[in-house]
């Protein structure tokens, strides 16, 4: 079957449908991993956006589950130049196409990827819709795309429920969630990445604005006791819970439509608990406490960013996926400072806190996909729980 991918700028491309029957309109932008594109799509920061993969060929390994990064896929749509339905890997649980088709998502193939994302880099992300429908007419389609904004879409990833994870790496009583983690009843964390210490760890309050569920699994394989709380939990009740410390996780949309989470997150800043922020909460940590964010003209999303730690001058590669960064022109040095920079473009990666124990990073030091060098970002947040200060 024919599909149809049309940009708000009035360019089409024709290629072949693939995934869910049905039509969507969404922010288009592109990532550049060659690999990890089941992380990609169970990513919740990709909520309110259609993910075109810039790698020719994708779903050649076909879908493992134990990968899945949350509980189900979030973009709207998926693009790709080439989708591999005959799948080779002894871990394979099915085809990307089944996966697609199974939690309604639909997508199209067989376009030159390469031109869509040149057009996203010259002229900047934008709105686009992908159809089945030949008898599209561009001049009613157009001002739709126009229109579309991704809306307050942290509240759609968050959990539901407050739940806790310890040493033992089950949930506590609970029980399910409907949010992004796939953790769901007594659900065990994948075995390579947990050590059982008996819940006897570090406890770590962590606000789920759309969290990987690495970043779980990296923080229990250091032995804390988590306890997930919804985006829109205040501050008073994670206080009240007496944490060791905070961490704000990755989320989608825009950090500016988040004003009700931005003044709770002001009210964690104005404690003494050690806080680590990653991605959208990096960015929230900066709007609480008086600096700007902008939207960027196509982002950072792929495996392959370089950044500068600037307080060692070492460059790691980073595994990135955001369309907005923290403005510090607009920084108040007595507030914070910059820690890390984008090496290709010079835009902010990380913020260090003045005289409190907070660090915030835009990058994915979680990685999945994407490389693990910036890991040891998370032993920084254990030693700052254990007393050692923010340098």
């Not at 879409?153 to 969630?177: D, H, Q, W």
């Not at 770590?204 to 829109?232: F, S």
Request: proline letters at 5%; charged letters at 25%.
């Amino acid at each position: 079957m024919k599909a149809f991918l049309i940009l708000e700028d009035g360019t089409v491309f024709e290629g072949t449908h693939i995934g869910a029957s049905k039509e969507i309109i969404s922010e288009i932008v592109f990532n550049t991993s060659m690999a990890g594109y089941l992380e990609v799509l169970t990513d919740p920061s990709y909520a309110g956006q259609a993910v075109c993969m810039t790698y020719p060929l994708i779903g050649n390994y076909g879908i493992c589950e134990e990968d899945m990064e949350s509980r189900k896929p979030w973009p709207d749509g998926f693009i790709v130049r080439e989708l591999s339905r005959i799948p080779s890997n002894f871990r394979c649980d099915g085809t990307i196409q089944d996966f697609l088709v199974k939690h309604d998502v639909p997508g199209i193939a067989g376009i030159d990827t390469r031109a869509l994302t040149k057009i996203l880099r010259e002229k900047g992300t934008m709105n686009g819709c992908i159809t089945t429908n030949e008898a599209y007419v561009l001049d009613e389609i157009i001002p739709k795309l126009k229109a579309y904004t991704t809306g307050k879409v942290v509240e759609k990833v968050t959990c539901e429920n407050k739940y806790k994870v310890n040493g033992s790496a089950t949930l506590a009583e609970n029980g399910p969630i409907s949010g992004s983690s796939q953790y769901t009843g007594e659900k065990e964390l994948k075995p390579s990445l947990v050590r059982v210490l008996n819940g006897k760890g570090k406890k770590v309050a962590l606000l789920d604005l759309g969290a990987k569920d690495n970043i779980i699994a990296l923080l229990q394989k250091r032995g804390c006791e988590v306890t997930i709380y919804p985006a829109l939990t205040s501050a008073a009740e994670i206080i009240a819970d007496a944490p060791d410390g905070i961490m704000l996780t990755n989320g989608p949309g825009d950090p500016k439509e988040c004003t009700s989470i931005i003044s709770e997150i002001k009210k964690l800043y104005d404690t003494n608990i050690p806080i680590f922020a990653i991605c959208l909460g990096h960015q929230l940590m900066a709007l609480a406490t008086g600096a700007d964010t902008y939207k960027m003209k196509y982002g950072h999303r792929g495996g392959n960013h370089p950044v500068k730690d600037l307080q060692t001058n070492k460059v790691y590669i980073s595994s990135q996926n955001h369309g907005y960064v923290v403005d510090t022109t607009k920084l108040d040095a007595k507030i914070a400072a910059p820690a890390f920079v984008n090496v290709n473009d010079g835009t902010n990666e990380g913020l260090s806190y003045t005289n409190k124990n907070i660090f915030t990073v835009q990058f994915h030091p979680e990685a999945c996909p994407g490389p693990q060098d910036s890991g040891y970002l998370f032993d920084r947040f254990i030693k700052m729980m254990e007393g050692e200060k923010n340098a």
